[in-house]
T-cell receptor, first 112, second 116 residues
């Protein structure tokens, strides 16, 4: 069964607005990672948050993790057209930490 | 520092042929992972290898698929007698230690296999 599930599946916003994507998972994890994928390209690592962390920032990105609710959110502030991409969360289970389990992603469209 | 290098980027094979995908991990990385992505889906784990060892191949189809990571040279994902359902993007990733226990896993640009 899927470990990470992103919500919403698709999101369309105007340039300059904030974009929030959510991820839920089922089992205990070591870390949760967010990746971006442009169409036809590989995955770009955005941020890793450990299970004992609650919030992490990187530039215009803010990631939160709530292990009690088994959920995470990715916030992109002041979005740009170049942020248009699919965003995936990936978790690793404590019993197989080497195996990342991806959700099906949120497809973000930022309209200029 | 070059990233994870995959080749070919695009590969077209007729049904029944063999597909061979290559992956060179990032410098200093000895852990390699292969993932498959079907259209409009997330990545699915296939196999985890260290040099000369397959650690976990639980995500690999039992038949026609094999992977290796020899002492010298790139990791190879081999698909024999390809079928249309094998059409997908195949991503290689690498890490320094056993990911993802605090180790960031870096992905290559992928190899897009089309079976005609």
């Amino acid at each position: 069964s899927q470990q990470g599930e992103e919500d919403p599946q698709a999101l369309s916003i105007q340039e300059g607005e904030n974009a929030t994507m959510n991820c839920s998972y089922k089992t205990s994890i070591n870390n949760l990672q967010w990746y971006r994928q442009n169409s036809g390209r590989g995955l770009v690592h955005l941020i890793l948050i450990r299970s004992n962390e609650r919030e992490k920032h990187s530039g215009r990105l803010r990631v939160t993790l709530d292990t009690s609710k088994k959920s995470s959110s990715l916030l992109i502030t002041a979005s740009r057209a170049a942020d248009t991409a699919s965003y995936f969360c990936a978790t690793d289970r404590m019993d197989s930490s080497y195996k990342l389990i991806f959700g099906s992603g949120t497809r973000l469209l930022v309209r200029p | 520092n070059a990233g994870v290098m995959q080749n070919p980027r695009h590969l077209v094979r007729r049904r029944g042929q063999e597909a061979r995908l290559r992956c060179s991990p990032m410098k200093g990385h000895s852990h390699v992972y292969w993932y498959r992505q079907l259209p409009e889906e997330g990545l699915k784990f296939m196999v985890y290898l260290q040099k000369e060892n397959i650690i976990d191949e639980s995500g690999m189809p039992k038949e026609r698929f094999s992977a290796e990571f020899p002492k010298e040279g790139p990791s190879i994902l081999r698909i024999q007698q390809v079928v249309r359902g094998d059409s997908a993007a195949y991503f290689c990733a690498s890490s320094t230690g056993q990911g993802a226990r605090g180790n960031t896993i870096y992905f290559g640009e992928g190899s897009w296999l089309t079976v005609v």
